[in-house]
């Protein structure tokens, strides 16, 4: 049950906070361009990569002190918070800027639509687009925060998985319908609980020490 609930926890965590995102922006002009079966594969091997990194780097910062670690776990998701409800009223704006980005970007690329062509593309741009991301930051804060390590890589991959098959199946209409400044809110939310169940734990944690 732990197990998952800590699975929960990370795709509650990376879901809304990767919506508004340049991943789904990312992924949806590029199914534009290529075949979206390609695409979503190439990123979600990209997405799988970043998260293991993140699982990796979370788990040798959990070998620090478990009180310390949690309490910079939940500063990061607090940092989050603020940036998402900061961003949220430009999320619309940003959002086509970053289309655009990405189209220019794919512009004077020309070859197949499917197959390696399309993989290879998707994957390289995800992956290099995706560092220093929240999605990461907050991987790493979780299995660091002492959440089990496959558990976390289940959900934060899960989530990533499913905005970008979400951007390749309904990208337009998901634009269109969704008001992304919400969704930023939302997620801003869940950053501020997250960041508030990390300090607790840290704050028990170092009274039963």
Known sequence: MDWLLSAGMAFAAIAPVELPDKTFVAT????????????WLGVVSAFA?????????GSVVGLL????????????????AVIMV?????????????????????????GPRGGW???????????????GDLSQLFTMGLV???????AVFLGAWGALAA???AAVLAGSWIVRKVRLSLVRYIAGAVCLVLATVLTVSAIME????
Do not use: M, N
């Open 117 to 131: 062509a399309a993989y290879s593309a998707s994957f390289v741009l995800l992956f290099t687009a995706e560092w």
């Open 144 to 150: 660091a925060g002492g959440e089990p390590a496959t």
């Open 163 to 165: 905005v970008s098959g």
């Open 49 to 57: 990569l970043h998260c293991l990194i993140a699982v990796a780097a």
């Open 86 to 110: 900061r961003g949220a009223r430009q999320a619309d704006a940003e959002e086509r800027e970053q289309h655009q980005h990405y189209q220019e970007k794919l512009s004077e690329r020309a």
């Open 28 to 39: 949806l002009v590029l199914s534009t361009r290529f075949r979206p079966l390609a695409v």
């Open 65 to 80: 002190p478990t009180s310390p670690v949690r309490l910079v776990a939940a500063g990061l998701f607090l940092v989050g």
């Open 206 to 209: 170092a009274s039963w020490s």
